[in-house]
């Protein structure tokens, strides 16, 4: 397997990661009516500016999300299917990094969300 090196590696990434979140019936509602042909592109840029030090991505992630129905609890859900589908595809040192950062943005988040939104 090879690591992630490239923006088409990180589409390939993000893309496998939603077809296999979505297939997780709880984790179909934050997602319902998002159009995904434009969102992706955005967080595919996210991990190309996090991963290949890409320059381009400005927006507040965090803030990107407080007005979906989320539960404290489907962070968790969101990091084991991301480290699942790098570890499905990726091997090396720009994968743990993936895995790496996907885990400091989910205790980042479950900290902000447990603060403004607790279940």
């Excluded at 690591?3 to 993000?14: K, M, N, T, Y």
Aim: hydrophobic share 40%; charged share 25%; aromatic share 14%.
């Amino acid at each position: 397997m090879k690591d992630i090196s490239s923006r088409a590696d990180i589409e390939l990434l993000i893309n496998t990661f939603y077809s296999n979140l979505l297939k997780i019936n709880e984790m179909k509602p934050p997602f319902e009516g998002l159009d995904f042909e434009k969102h992706v592109p955005n967080i595919v840029s996210f991990w190309c500016f996090v991963l290949l030090d890409e320059e381009g991505y400005k927006t507040n992630v965090f803030d990107k999300h407080l007005h979906l129905p989320i539960k404290l609890h489907m962070f968790d859900t969101w990091l084991n299917t991301f480290v699942f589908t790098v570890d499905a595809l990726f091997n090396g040192e720009k994968a743990e990094m993936a895995k790496q950062r996907a885990t400091s943005l989910t205790y980042t988040f479950k900290s902000k969300w447990e603060k403004i939104r607790p279940d």
